[in-house]
C-alpha cells in the first residue's frame, strides 16, 4: 500500500524513499516519515527513562533508591500557630511576603475568606519568633503558622472575627491537624508561646468554638465549678502552685514562688485562651479552677 512502511530483519525499510534515497525536494512519495510503531516505542523508553529518573537519580550524578521508607519516621509539624495580623488584607499580604516575617497561610476577612499558602509546609516560615511550647523552642521550625486579618486591639476594644473566618480557620485546622497528627494541646495562639510580647490572637479568639468543633484543648466545665467553689470556700493555692500547674500545661512561667509581672503576663494570656471574659493577670478562684480542670 502506498505510503505503508514495511521493515525485514535486517532493518532495512522498503519503500521509504528517505532509506533509498530516493527523496527530492524535502518530498517523501510513497513512505509515512514515522510509524505508529515507532512513536509508541518511543513514548515508552521515555516514560521508562523518566520514572526511573524520578527513583534513583539527584544532581550530581548520584544514583539514589527512594523506594524504601523507614517505618520509623513522622511529620516535622508539631504544633500549629495563630495569629492576627494587625492590619488589612493588603498590609498583611505584603508584610507577610515581602517582609522579614512570614506565616504559612493567610486567611482574609473577605465576605468569603481567601486562603493563601505563602510558605510550602515543608518549609520554615518565620512567625512565632522567641517563644517556647512545653519547654522546647525554636518553634518555627517545628510548627506550621496561621495568620488572620484582623485589627486586633482597639484601645480597649478588640476586633471581632468574621464567622466565615472562623468556619475556615476550623476547615484548615481539620486537614492540618489530620495530616500532621496535631495533639489538641499542641493548637496554641501566639501569646500562649510568647505571653511576655504576645497578644494575638487575642480574647476576641473563639477557642470554646474550635473545642466544640474538636480542635485543640478545652477543659471539663463542670469539673472546673466543683473545683471553683471549693477554692472559694478553703481558699486559694499560693502562686507556687499556680505557677507550677502553668508549666505543666505548657507555659513558659518563672518558678519564683512571687505574682510577679512575667508571672501575670502568663496568666493574662491563659486566661485569654480560656477566660476571655477577664483577662487581667490576677489568679483569681475561677482561673485556678480552669487551670486544675485543663487535662
Known amino acids: ?20 534515497g530516493s527523496h527530492k525536494n524535502g518530498s517523501h512519495k510513497g513512505c509515512r516519515y514515522t510509524s505508529n510503531r515507532a512513536l509508541a516505542v518511543f513514548v515508552a523508553t521515555g516514560l521508562i527513562t523518566l520514572l526511573a529518573s524520578c527513583s534513583s537519580y539527584s544532581p550530581g550524578g548520584l544514583r539514589i533508591d527512594r523506594n524504601i521508607h523507614a517505618k520509623s519516621q513522622d511529620s516535622r509539624v508539631e504544633l500549629v500557630v495563630l ?60 510548627s506550621i503558622g496561621i495568620e488572620i486579618v484582623n485589627r486586633g486591639p482597639e484601645g480597649s476594644h478588640w476586633a471581632a472575627y468574621t464567622p466565615a473566618q472562623i468556619a475556615t480557620v476550623i476547615t484548615l485546622l481539620r486537614d492540618i491537624i ?18 511576655q510580647r504576645k497578644t494575638d490572637p487575642g480574647p476576641a479568639f473563639p477557642w470554646k ?3 466544640q468543633a474538636g480542635i485543640g484543648r478545652w477543659y471539663d466545665q463542670a469539673q472546673a465549678r466543683l473545683y ?28 519564683t514562688g512571687v505574682l510577679d509581672h512575667a508571672t501575670k503576663r502568663v496568666i493574662a494570656a491563659f486566661q485569654m485562651h480560656y477566660r476571655p471574659s477577664r483577662y487581667d493577670g490576677v489568679p483569681d478562684a475561677e482561673t ?4 486544675k480542670a485543663l487535662p
Open 83 to 142: 495569629h492576627y495580623t494587625y492590619a488589612d488584607r493588603a498590609q498583611s499580604l505584603k508584610i507577610l511576603s515581602e517582609g522579614n516575617v512570614s506565616s504559612h497561610y493567610l486567611i482574609t476577612d473577605d465576605a468569603v475568606p481567601h486562603v493563601y499558602q505563602l510558605v510550602s509546609e515543608n518549609r520554615r516560615a518565620w512567625h512565632a519568633g522567641v517563644s517556647q511550647w512545653y519547654g522546647h523552642n525554636n518553634l518555627n521550625a517545628a
Open 288 to 291: 485556678a479552677a480552669i487551670l
Open 228 to 255: 471553683e467553689s471549693n477554692f472559694k470556700r478553703n481558699g486559694l493555692p499560693d502562686i507556687a502552685w499556680i505557677q507550677k500547674e502553668l508549666k505543666r500545661v505548657g507555659y513558659d512561667t518563672p518558678s
Open 178 to 195: 489530620q495530616r500532621h497528627q496535631i495533639k489538641p494541646y499542641d493548637v496554641v495562639g501566639h501569646s500562649d508561646i510568647a505571653p
Open 1 to 20: 500500500m502506498r505510503g505503508e512502511i514495511s521493515g525485514d530483519d535486517n532493518g532495512t525499510h522498503k519503500g521509504c524513499p528517505e532509506k533509498n
Open 209 to 211: 468554638q474550635l473545642a
